[in-house]
Antibody
Framework: QVKLLQSGAALVKPGDSVKMSCKAS????????IHWVKQSHGKSLEWIGY????????NYNEKFKSKATLTVDKSSSTAYMEFSRLTSEDSAIYYC??????????????WGQGVMVTVSS | DIQMTQSPASLSASLGETVSIECLAS??????LAWYQQKPGKSPQLLIY???SLQDGVPSRFSGSGSGTQYSLKINSLESEDAATYFC?????????FGAGTKLELK
């Protein structure tokens, strides 16, 4: 079955960076686009962007363009997101999610369990 | 960016009742709308995509409808497991945007 297993929670200092992972299993990794989503305060959701594991092509929400970097390692079926220059506003849960259609970025059908990032000195 | 106005923010209903949740887009999103259910401490789960297509494994008491800028999620015959927060997502135009969520409580 399709699974997206994300890395563990992170406690980081303001100004630092954090890199989180999303390991896919149960399907052909390069067939489906991976999205990243931020959930703040236990409620509101924001789309950060996506990466196409086949081509490496990316599409970012302008709001996160200077903050997030999306990459993949096809050999391990893992997607990564690095978030830089962290502030308290970046404290949130970050999800990876798979697109619902192979090769297309439409909606998200499977989600990882989420990574809680806490930014604190 | 397309704004998604979701209503109500919260509602309380009894077992067996039928409820509806609305999402209003700031422009036409051509049925590119999905609905998600999220329970506390869990990831969102896809219920509906393309406004009215039921995701595999989702009970048929969930249904979606709408077009243009107005969309709704209907839950028939509420069960205790339906207590959750529900979100809409527009995937018509970048950046994709979500509704603020509706918290459904069972009386």
């Amino acid at each position: 079955q399709v699974k997206l297993l994300q890395s563990g929670a992170a406690l980081v200092k303001p100004g630092d960076s954090v890199k989180m992972s999303c390991k896919a299993s149960g399907y052909t990794f390069t067939d489906y686009i991976i999205h990243w989503v931020k959930q703040s305060h236990g409620k509101s959701l924001e789309w950060i962007g996506y990466i196409n594991p086949y081509s490496g092509g990316t599409n970012y929400n302008e709001k996160f363009k200077s903050k997030a970097t999306l990459t993949v390692d096809k050999s391990s079926s893992t997607a990564y997101m690095e978030f830089s220059r962290l502030t308290s506003e970046d404290s949130a849960i970050y999800y990876c999610a798979r697109s619902g259609l192979p090769g297309y970025p439409n909606y998200f059908d499977y989600w990882g369990q989420g990574v809680m990032v806490t930014v604190s000195s | 960016d397309i704004q998604m106005t979701q209503s109500p923010a919260s509602l309380s209903a009894s077992l067996g009742e039928t409820v509806s949740i609305e999402c209003l887009a700031s422009e036409d999103i051509y049925n590119n709308l999905a609905w998600y259910q999220q329970k506390p401490g869990k990831s969102p789960q896809l219920l509906i995509y393309y406004a009215s297509s039921l995701q595999d494994g989702v009970p048929s008491r969930f249904s979606g409808s709408g077009s243009g800028t107005q969309y709704s999620l209907k839950i028939n015959s509420l069960e205790s497991e339906d207590a959750a927060t529900y979100f809409c997502l527009q995937d018509s135009e970048y950046p994709y945007t979500f509704g603020a969520g509706t918290k459904l409580e069972l009386k």
